[in-house]
Every structure is written in structure tokens, then in C-alpha cells.
């Protein structure tokens, strides 16, 4: 049985609103502290993003266990828009609206994150979005803890075309029809042509949200790549990843013969799938759980203690995203302490150049664009389900929001 049919949203009774109140008025009436989480934990996206909700949950408790927020307990407020893009809209605004929540921990798909900035925008709210994503953007109300492109599919499709990595010369990009996919491949067709690369050397497919039937274009693939050295670059979202890798599978389609990359198939969507097939395909992600380092070490027994106690059966495993969340929460911490208020417009001045000891191994740091500095890794897929690193950044990459691949918008 598929994780997502475990799944039951619930929501955590309301209490006394503290997202407008300064810290001496939370301290006089001892208040917890409202936030919310907006994940889909049904639908499409469920395999990806009820992870994601249990590890805000399990950060949650951990932090309330030492103590809350300068006392003051956490409460989350749990909603389900259901991998409906517009309800999670409406989702939002009835977290801020109605709930009173000081901030929101949630989004995968840019469609999403992007229904959702409206709300954001009218009452002033606060997103915490820990996806890697297309990048184009820079909102005051959203803070960016998952990857911009150059800390994810440029480092990728360089390493692709390195001679570690293959040395492509010919590019399938595949993905999801929706604007992270479109923007990405975007980014990556000028960054090809910045390298000298032909468009009679990149093709571009893209299919709708809980495709399936992947035996025509793992053909096209294979007729492509008669014609030199390829690769494919995936931006499949969802639970559409596990058909098309079955079908890579199924035609006979090792790494070694057409390395494929993912930029979301991470350990938690490994999870269900048979690996065996799947040795030697690449991800780029920004965390993976066989990093040996002793933060990441302590994350993982935390997350694997909660998953036991819990009865979590179908998700085992940490991936970025859910480290990703897992940082967005303590750095929320760290600012509502500093700036010794939630209200969103002094948290957010609070949040510019806040430090977290990540599970990465590395200490990453609150740029003033909200985005974060992270290292990058490439890792590669492993019978177990886990990830052996084939390459890393030297350091920490500084996430940008205006890739110098494609125009930058006339009202960015």
C-alpha cells in the first residue's frame, strides 16, 4: 500500500492568536505560537510532500522539548490542499485569516508556492518554501531554503557533460508541464547554448501531473540518444517518477548507457520503488542522509526514533526537502528570538544573515534575498535506496534569484 493511503489530515485546535503580538504580550499571557503547515497529503504530490509535514511536526516537538520559543510552545495548524493548486490559496489565507499563524511551513511545486503569494502579499504573511525550484523570483514573504537553480541544474548538467559524468553532447530534458520544469529547461537551454551546444542537440518533453505511460518517450529517448553521447535531465514531479523509471527499466536502459539525473527523486520517493534497476542514476540535491557528519547523524536518529514512535511505516528516510524544512523552522526560531516579536515584518529583518548547523554537514546562512547558502552534491542511486556522493562543491553556493541565462523580468 502506497504511503498517501495512510494518510488523515489533522488540525490542532485554535487558541489565543499570537502572530500580531510583540514578545513582552506573548510572555504576559504565556500563548503558544501558531504556525502553519500546507502540505498536500493526498494527491499526486502526497508521495513527495507528507514527509515533509511529519518532519515540521517532529522539528516542532523537538524544539518545543528544549524549551519553545523563549518559552513559548509552538502549536501547528495542519491543512491538506490535496495537490490542488488553488486551494492552496485558500488553504493559506485561512491560516493567516482565520488561524492567526505567524508563519507558514509549506509548498512543493512552484505552482503552488506561486497561487499562494497573493495571499502572501495582501495580509502580509510569511512562507517558509523548502523545494528546490526554478528560482526567478524574489518575494519579501517568502523565504527560499530549498535550491535555486545554480545550487542544483547547472552544477548537474556541468557534471553531466564532465568526463566523471559522461561526457554528454546531446540532452533530453524531461518534466512535468508546469512553470518549474518550463523555467528550468529555460535556464539550462541558454546555459547549452552559453557551452556551445546546438538546439538539434537538446530535445524537450514535457507531461501532465500523475503521467504514467512512459513507453513512447523512454523510446524517443533511446532513438535520441543513437546520435552521441546523451543524458536526460529530469524535472519529473510526483508520483509520475516511479512509471518512468519502471520503463527505463523495462527497455533495458542502464546508467551506464544513458546517465539520467532527477532533480526530485530523492530517498523518500526510493522508498517505494524497486532500486535495483534504478543502480547508478544521479540526483543533485543539497542533502542526502548517508552524509557522515555528527549533525546529520543526530537528525537522522531523531527522524527514525519519530518514525517508530509514530508508526510512520512508509517513509523511513530523510531527504533534502525534509532538511531543508527542518532548517526553515529552527532559523523561523532563531529570528521570532531575535527580534523578540512574530510579527512578520520585524522577523523577516531578524531572519537576513541567521546561521544554522545544517545535516549537510555545513552551517548555511539567510542571504538579504532570502534565499540560503548551501553546497551542492551529486549523488548516486545505491541498491539500498541511498545515495553514494560523486561530486560536491568546494563550499558553500551562494543561491541566486536571476539566472544570467534568460531575461530577467521587466517588473523583477
Given at each position: 500500500m502506497k504511503r498517501r493511503d495512510f494518510l488523515k489530515v489533522s488540525a490542532v485546535g485554535a487558541v489565543a492568536a499570537a502572530s500580531s503580538l510583540s514578545f513582552p504580550a506573548i510572555a504576559a499571557r504565556k500563548a503558544p505560537i501558531k504556525v502553519g503547515i500546507l502540505h498536500s497529503l493526498s494527491g499526486t504530490m502526497a508521495i513527495s510532500e507528507t514527509a515533509l509535514k511529519d518532519v515540521d511536526l517532529m522539528t516542532i516537538?523537538?524544539?518545543?522539548?528544549?524549551?519553545?520559543?523563549?518559552?513559548?510552545?509552538?502549536?501547528?495548524?495542519?491543512?491538506?490542499?490535496?495537490?490542488?493548486?488553488?486551494?492552496?490559496?485558500?488553504?493559506?489565507?485561512?491560516?493567516?485569516?482565520?488561524?492567526?499563524?505567524?508563519?507558514?511551513?509549506?509548498?512543493?511545486?512552484?505552482?503552488?508556492?506561486?497561487?499562494?503569494?497573493?495571499?502572501?502579499?495582501?495580509?502580509?504573511?510569511?512562507?517558509?518554501?523548502?523545494?528546490?525550484?526554478?528560482?526567478?523570483?524574489?518575494?519579501?514573504?517568502?523565504?527560499?531554503?530549498?535550491?535555486?537553480?545554480?545550487?542544483?541544474?547547472?552544477?548537474?548538467?556541468?557534471?553531466?557533460?564532465?568526463?566523471?559524468?559522461?561526457?554528454?553532447?546531446?540532452?533530453?530534458?524531461?518534466?512535468t508541464d508546469y512553470?518549474?520544469?518550463?523555467?528550468?529547461?529555460?535556464?539550462?537551454?541558454?546555459?547549452?547554448?552559453?557551452?556551445?551546444?546546438?538546439?538539434?542537440?537538446?530535445?524537450?518533453?514535457?507531461?501532465?501531473?500523475?503521467?504514467?505511460?512512459?513507453?513512447?518517450?523512454?523510446?524517443?529517448?533511446?532513438?535520441?540518444?543513437?546520435?552521441?553521447p546523451t543524458c536526460v535531465i529530469s524535472t519529473i514531479n510526483g508520483d509520475s517518477n516511479v512509471p518512468f523509471y519502471k520503463e527505463m527499466a523495462n527497455q533495458g536502459i542502464k546508467a551506464t548507457d544513458i546517465p539520467v539525473v532527477g532533480f526530485s527523486v530523492a530517498e523518500q520517493e526510493l522508498a517505494g520503488m524497486d532500486t535495483k534497476p534504478l543502480v547508478g542514476y544521479l540526483t543533485a540535491w543539497n542533502y542526502y542522509e548517508s552524509l557522515k557528519n555528527p549533525t546529520n547523524t543526530k537528525f537522522v536518529s531523531a527522524w527514525k526514533a519519530w518514525?517508530?514512535?509514530?508508526?510512520?511505516?512508509?517513509?523511513?528516510?530523510?531527504?533534502?526537502?525534509?532538511?531543508?524544512?527542518?532548517?526553515?523552522?529552527?532559523?523561523?526560531?532563531?529570528?521570532?528570538?531575535?527580534?523578540?516579536?512574530?510579527?512578520?515584518?520585524?522577523?523577516?529583518?531578524?531572519?537576513?544573515?541567521?546561521?544554522?548547523?545544517?545535516?549537510?554537514?555545513?552551517t548555511v546562512e539567510v542571504l538579504p534575498n532570502q534565499y540560503l547558502s548551501k553546497p551542492v552534491y551529486i549523488g548516486q542511486v545505491r541498491a539500498d535506496g541511498q545515495f553514494d556522493v560523486v561530486w560536491k562543491s568546494k563550499g558553500l553556493v551562494r543561491g541566486e534569484a536571476w539566472s544570467p541565462y534568460i531575461p530577467k523580468p521587466k517588473n523583477a
Open positions: 516537538a523537538e524544539i518545543n522539548a528544549a524549551g519553545g520559543v523563549d518559552g513559548h510552545m509552538i502549536e501547528p495548524v495542519v491543512v491538506d490542499p490535496a495537490s490542488n493548486w488553488p486551494l492552496f490559496a485558500e488553504k493559506a489565507r485561512q491560516l493567516i485569516a482565520q488561524d492567526k499563524v505567524a508563519a507558514i511551513f509549506g509548498c512543493w511545486t512552484s505552482v503552488s508556492r506561486k497561487s499562494v503569494l497573493p495571499v502572501l502579499d495582501e495580509l502580509n504573511g510569511l512562507l517558509f518554501y523548502p523545494v528546490q525550484f526554478e528560482g526567478q523570483e524574489e518575494n519579501k514573504h517568502v523565504v527560499y531554503t530549498g535550491a535555486a537553480p545554480n545550487q542544483q541544474a547547472i552544477p548537474a548538467t556541468e557534471y553531466l557533460m564532465s568526463q566523471d559524468g559522461g561526457g554528454a553532447k546531446r540532452f533530453f530534458l524531461l518534466g512553470v518549474y520544469p518550463r523555467t528550468t529547461n529555460a535556464i539550462l537551454r541558454g546555459f547549452l547554448h552559453a557551452k556551445g551546444v546546438k538546439d538539434s542537440d537538446i530535445a524537450e518533453v514535457y507531461t501532465p501531473f500523475g503521467f504514467s505511460n512512459y513507453q513512447n518517450i523512454v523510446a524517443s529517448i533511446k532513438k535520441f540518444a543513437s546520435a552521441g518514525v517508530k514512535a509514530k508508526g510512520l511505516k512508509d517513509y523511513p528516510v530523510t531527504d533534502d526537502p525534509m532538511e531543508a524544512s527542518y532548517i526553515g523552522i529552527h532559523l523561523w526560531k532563531q529570528a521570532v528570538e531575535k527580534a523578540k516579536s512574530t510579527k512578520v515584518d520585524e522577523v523577516r529583518k531578524a531572519l537576513v544573515g541567521q546561521k544554522f548547523a545544517a545535516p549537510d554537514g555545513y
